[in-house]
């Protein structure tokens, strides 16, 4: 079987490969998305503030009056996510003739909105309640954010690893699988896209149920913070991976 090396071509690649480093940067920022959702929906009031499919099936359920739900919560993280999809797309326009350069730029921004919303949740501590100020700027940071990330993963176009979308990730592993005569899974890029999501999640939902509430997006900053320095240092050494 080819899983294994697969694997480790994923997160380790081998020099001259197309995507270069970018795969384990994605991994990484993979678990940024679950350590960000763990908080917003334990803390924030049942809202995601990455995964905006969940927002929208929520936005039903509030609207058909269902207990524990915000409208305004749902809007306001679908907002906030469009405009860091504008951020990052603008970003994305700016540096698109350089993959490193343009995830430095995005993950640089992205840092400064996560910072913030560890200021804040650490400045407030605990017991986040449903309608103050507090929520919704966390709501607007981190969902402005992920949006920068999105718009940022989706302009760097690399195969399988969205950092995000994974209902598509598990249906292309059912789908494509060659156990039904499809051209094959890409088993091991999706189990470890799909295995990061939820070990983010995880850590996550431990720190905000164990530690504080700030302690996931403190988490999250450090890796986003981590990723930029490692696509600036990467980025000096020109290579195939780095063009559009």
Do not use: C
């Amino acid at each position: 079987m080819s899983l294994w090396p697969d694997v480790l071509d994923t997160v380790r690649p081998p020099r001259g490969s197309r995507d270069g480093p970018l795969p384990p940067l994605l991994l990484a920022l993979t678990v940024v998305t679950g350590l960000v959702d763990a908080t917003s929906y334990l803390r924030l009031g049942h809202v995601f503030v990455a995964n905006m499919t969940g927002n929208f099936v929520f936005l039903g359920f509030a609207l058909a009056g269902a207990k524990g739900l915000s409208v305004a919560a749902s809007l306001v993280a679908i907002g906030a996510f469009l405009l860091g999809g504008l951020i990052g797309g603008r970003l994305g326009i700016r540096r698109k003739r350089h993959r490193g350069l343009h995830l430095r730029a995005a993950l640089m921004v992205q840092f400064a909105f996560v910072a913030a919303a560890v200021a804040i949740a650490a400045a407030t501590g605990a017991g986040l309640h449903s309608g103050s100020a507090t929520r919704y700027s966390l709501i607007v940071l981190l969902g402005t954010g992920m949006g920068i990330q999105n718009a940022t993963v989706r302009g760097l176009n690399v195969r399988d690893l969205m950092t995000t979308v994974l209902t598509m990730t598990l249906t292309g592993v059912a789908a494509d699988s060659s156990l039904i005569g499809g051209q094959g899974s890409q088993l091991a890029r999706r189990t470890l896209s799909i295995a990061t999501m939820v070990l983010g999640a995880l850590i996550g939902a431990l720190l905000v149920l164990n530690v504080s509430d700030a302690a996931p997006l403190g988490a999250a900053a450090v890796v986003i913070a981590l990723a930029a320095v490692t696509a600036h240092r990467v980025s000096r050494t020109p290579g195939p991976w780095t063009e559009p």
